[in-house]
């Protein structure tokens, strides 16, 4: 089964916040997230970056975070540790098998997609690879430089 370490995912914080905002409102049966959690963790998110309260409709609970900060960004991703500590939960745990896309790429995309295949022609690794971090990958993050 699919698994995600909550303190060491091995993907940068944006990917995170997504991921786990996707986990928590995907409606999969079999995650170790109960369902009040789940919400808890999407309406806090939520909350931190609108000023209106979030969407009750399943296809509008989706987490925009292009208009956030790198401290908003770092608000979710630290709420979302922080409840799922509360929780005793140290590593999420789902079934669902990986599946291909659904939507073929759009032909303004197709450069950009064709692109980042030639620099990325390995498939990555995005949830518990198995055998650790590719050869030529760089698992340690850029250090935040302060601003002046």
Known sequence: M???NVQNPKMPDLQFVLF???LCTSG???????PELRKTIFDRC???IHTEAPP???KDRVLDLR???ELTLDACAATIRSLLHEAN???LVWDHPVSEPSMNSSPEALPLVDRLEKLYPDRPDIVDPSSGPSSGSNPTPKQRVPCA
């Open 2 to 4: 699919p698994s995600l």
């Open 20 to 22: 786990v905002s996707a």
């Open 28 to 34: 999969l049966t079999t995650i170790n997230l109960p």
């Open 46 to 48: 939520w909350s931190l």
């Open 56 to 58: 009750t409709d399943p």
């Open 67 to 69: 208009g956030g900060t």
């Open 89 to 91: 939960i140290t590593t």
